[in-house]
């Protein structure tokens, strides 16, 4: 990393924007307690010198037992770092298939760099491009959990001083991440696969679909498209979550610099993949010793929803940054998001919020250029500590191959495509692409940056669905073809574990065309793939536990209007109250197949989507061992 710049005075420093130096103020305030503990913790567990030397000789000889060579000889004498390369490789993902030659690279690089590298564990990595739909989907917010603690069960074995953590989509990156921060005092970099080449125009995909569900399109016109546009390794080019990950993480100091999209089996992918390997051993020790605790604090956390919000990313992320901030101790608000949205413009339209893909976006100057137009408007805070070194600048250069050598370079300092990316002074929209909204049917959360501004307020009579297939048998049959707000419900976290609804939306897009105003509701989820239908969703309570969305009925008036903010039924609150709920979720004899038996612990202890959608609950203080009122306060600095 030494062609990356060092000295913050090659770009002029900006003070932060008095709305994110207050939002985030508050949650360090808010949040005192909870991050001192975990600090106080994980710095306990910090060791000088490698961590495995104060194994027992039995202990450590398992731990060698199966290694070779200058690595076996290096583990034994306990001279070197060890380093965990944790992976959620499988060959089904298109996104995860690159990483299967990650290690013997990583392994190569850390070698070189003086360290030992061995394939500590894999991850489960479920395909919701696959499962959508159907009974597997059900197991996709869940399987973030599962992840989160087979990255333990990998790091636990007191053999590693730092990590590589291979992973990209939706629920993988979330748990690879919480999973490391409880070994918050070893260093970390996630390490990306980049999405696969522009195959077909997501909007012409968009548009078949739309026809396939009027019946003017057939299967095999159907598949043809779906194969055309899913075509190759690496991650699917729309901004969904996969992709929205890989934009949060790199924002947040995680990736190395320019690392998120450049694609698979390429020179430069493998120069920055083997790059990670050695820097990782350059943090694990001595005068840069960086932990993934010192990296994700408050201010990265701020400037993790920024870059979701300045990008129209995935509304899953107000539930996974929800759950990583609580697992560093930093209570994150869903206010906290709303707040930010009002100043935070909207500087990238790509698909479903736009016509470009990734790739168009990552030529047009991608992260590297949003990071210095954010940054040169006060929009991030710039002195945070990375896995590049100290200071967010680092991440205005883009990585390339000089005669075969990796190196840093400035993006030209203008946009290279605006109708994909553009500065702050001339923003698509003044404010970020996710609001909450709120009302007497609860809490919820809507993706507005793919919304015609004509179809943000909408009141129309509720057709009320627990499950897809319902709705999809009642718009087959015509029964929908008028102004209505469909309300899909019993798809929350303790209900089925919230699958995302997505396949909805052709049908919904159809109606809409038509003429009609149409909006959805629902305590599901729709992920990053949320297009041009207002859709109030992860709606909190959830009428698993009886909030008011359980006491809709069909024809009540309903009101989204993300203009103000507000979600409302047209019905007296003691009426609603005094409605019997009519349907309930899934009982645990029902629940059941694909899996789905094994998980029925988890569905009885996650929590609300509001809170992070996780089974491990809101932490307290003495999750980290101590009550907040014996700690010493911890400067967000430490």
């Known amino acids: 990393m030494s062609s990356a710049p060092t000295d913050r005075t090659r770009y002029e420093v900006h003070p932060v924007h008095p709305v994110i130096a207050e939002v985030t103020a508050r949650i360090a305030e808010r949040s ?38 200058v690595d076996k000889a290096a583990l034994r004498a306990v001279r070197a770092p060890g380093v965990a390369i944790v992976s959620s490789y499988n060959d089904m993902l298109s996104a995860h298939q690159p990483m299967q030659e990650y290690p013997a690279m990583l392994k190569g690089s850390v070698r070189k760099a003086g360290g030992v590298a061995q394939f500590a564990g894999g991850v489960p990595a479920m395909c919701d491009g696959v499962t959508q739909g159907r009974p597997g989907m059900e197991l996709s917010l869940f399987s973030r959990e599962v992840i989160a603690m087979s990255t333990a069960i990998a790091l636990s074995h007191d053999m590693f001083d730092a990590a590589l953590l291979l992973g990209v989509c939706d629920k993988i990156v979330p748990g690879l991440l919480i999973g490391a921060l ?49 075509h190759s390794a690496g991650t699917c080019t729309f901004y969904g979550t996969a992709n929205s990950n890989q934009m949060v993480v790199e924002v947040m100091g995680l990736h190395l610099p320019g690392a998120s999209f450049v694609q698979p089996n390429s020179p430069l992918r493998q120069a920055l993949t083997e790059e990670a390997g050695r820097r990782v051993v350059t943090l694990s020790r001595g005068e840069e010793y960086t932990p993934v605790s010192r990296v994700i ?103 390339i191959l000089s005669e075969g050598e990796l190196i840093w370079r400035d993006v030209p300092a203008h946009s290279l495509d605006e109708d994909v990316l553009r500065p702050v002074w001339r923003p698509f929209a003044a404010d970020g692409g996710l609001r909450m909204v709120a009302g007497n049917l609860g809490r919820a959360v809507i993706k507005v940056s793919a919304v015609a501004p004509e179809r943000r307020v909408v009141q129309a009579p509720a057709r009320v669905f627990t499950d897809q297939k319902a709705f999809k048998d009642a718009f087959e049959a015509g029964e929908l073809d008028r102004d209505v707000v469909v309300v899909i419900r019993q798809q929350g976290p303790q209900a089925n574990g919230m699958p995302e609804l997505h396949g909805l939306t052709p049908a919904l897009g159809v109606l809409m065309d038509r003429g009609h105003q149409v909006a959805l509701l629902t305590d599901g989820r729709m992920s990053g793939a949320s297009g041009k239908i207002p859709a109030a969703i992860q709606v909190t309570p959830e009428a698993a536990v009886g909030g008011p969305i359980a006491r809709i009925a069909d024809g009540d008036i309903i009101r989204l209007d993300a203009r103000a903010g507000t979600l409302d039924v047209f019905v007296g609150d ?65």
């Not at 000088?48 to 037992?65: I, K, M, Q, T, Y």
């Not at 918050?184 to 012409?204: D, F, R, T, Y």
């Not at 995909?205 to 899913?230: H, M, N, P």
């Open 574 to 638: 003691e009426e609603l109250a005094r409605r019997e709920l009519v349907d309930s979720p899934p009982s645990e004899a029902s629940w059941t197949g694909t899996g789905r038996e094994l998980f029925a612990a988890l569905r009885r202890a996650v929590g609300p989507a509001d809170q992070g959608a996780s089974v491990f609950g809101p932490l307290t203080p003495e999750h980290f061992g101590a009550p907040a009122h014996t700690l010493n306060p911890v400067e967000v600095s430490q």
């Open 32 to 69: 005192a307690g909870t991050r001192a503990a975990y600090l106080e913790r994980v710095t306990a567990s910090h060791e000088e010198g490698p961590v495995r030397r104060g194994l027992d000789c039995s202990n450590l000889a398992h731990g060698f037992a199966a290694m070779e060579g």
């Open 182 to 230: 409880s070994f918050g005092h070893l260093p970390a970099i996630l390490v990306p696969a980049g999405p696969m080449n522009s195959g077909l125009p997501n909007k012409e995909k968009a548009r078949v679909r739309q026809l396939y569900a009027e019946g003017k399109a057939t299967r095999e016109d159907l598949l043809d498209a779906e194969a055309a546009s899913y």
């Open 297 to 399: 604090d408050e201010k990265a956390i701020v400037n993790g929803v920024i870059a979701l919000l300045a990008t129209g990313g995935s509304t899953n992320h107000t539930m996974h940054l929800v759950a990583i901030a609580a697992a560093a101790g930093i209570q994150l608000t869903w206010d906290d998001f709303s707040d930010l949205s009002a100043v935070i413009p909207l500087l990238a339209r790509v698909y479903p919020n736009g016509s470009a893909d990734i790739n168009h976006f990552h030529a047009a100057g991608g992260i590297q250029f949003l990071v210095g137009t954010l940054l040169n408007a006060g929009l991030l805070h710039e002195d945070v500590q990375t896995v590049a070194g100290p200071g967010l600048h680092r991440y205005r250069q883009e990585p």
